[in-house]
């Protein structure tokens, strides 16, 4: 039997959210996949009646991998550290009813300030009225569509981006306006301001057409 809805999550040193998160996803088909961690990621984990894959390190060789062995007629793409709304799953049914091909939540940050506050409210209006949204969203895909565009580029940054920008082409994303949940500690350790000007800097170069493969050795750096 088809199951409705699979939800791949990419990991990399994530034991401090994995298990957390597993313990919301219990009768989901959800497929880790581990891209070279080196902490009990692996381990926790396998405690879990979940399906654990390895890869080349890379979230999206990892996502496009976990796609693979994916049963679910809608793939959802998870972080780690991001928690789905409380049900979800209708909110699925509904949009698989729908006739997008694709769509993501509104977000919130785990630790609110007025800063973090605003930050959301914008990612949420922006991607809705522009058709680009960003992995912390949970991007979901109905899985023939994702079939049929070749799944994520293989580049090592702005894939959300890019994949948003093919999807927008077949159709509006499917907005639902129930938040995931997602950690806000980039954000409060680098400072708001510095890390909106650095996201909103690397989207500009990326669009003027600098490689993700230049662009991810400044947003680790």
């Not at 499917?174 to 997602?182: F, I, K, L, P």
Request: aromatic share 10%.
């Amino acid at each position: 039997m088809v199951k409705p809805t699979s939800v791949i999550v990419p990991v990399l040193n994530e034991e401090k959210h994995l298990e957390s998160l597993l313990q919301t996803l219990y009768g989901t088909e959800t497929i880790i996949v581990d891209g070279g961690s080196t902490d009990r990621s692996t381990s926790l984990a396998q405690k879990f009646n979940v399906t654990f894959l390895s890869s080349a390190k890379g979230r999206a060789r990892q996502m496009n991998t976990g796609s693979k062995q994916a049963s679910g007629e809608v793939l959802i793409f998870l972080h780690a550290d991001t928690r789905l709304p409380i049900g979800w799953r209708e909110m699925m049914a509904d949009f698989s009813n729908s006739n997008n091909a694709w769509g993501r939540f509104d977000v919130k940050f785990d630790q609110q300030s007025a800063a973090l506050s605003v930050i959301a409210k914008m990612m949420n209006w922006r991607s809705c009225i522009s058709g680009i949204c960003t992995g912390d969203q949970a991007i979901f895909i109905r899985r023939e569509v994702f079939e049929r565009i070749n799944g994520f580029a293989d580049i090592p940054l702005m894939e959300d981006i890019e994949i948003s920008r093919r999807l927008r082409m077949i159709s509006k994303p499917y907005c639902v306006s129930y938040e995931v949940v997602t950690s806000g500690r980039r954000w409060r350790e680098n400072g708001v301001l510095r890390t909106v000007l650095l996201m909103w800097w690397l989207r500009l170069q990326y669009f003027l057409g600098v490689s993700p493969e230049k662009l991810v050795k400044r947003y680790y750096s």
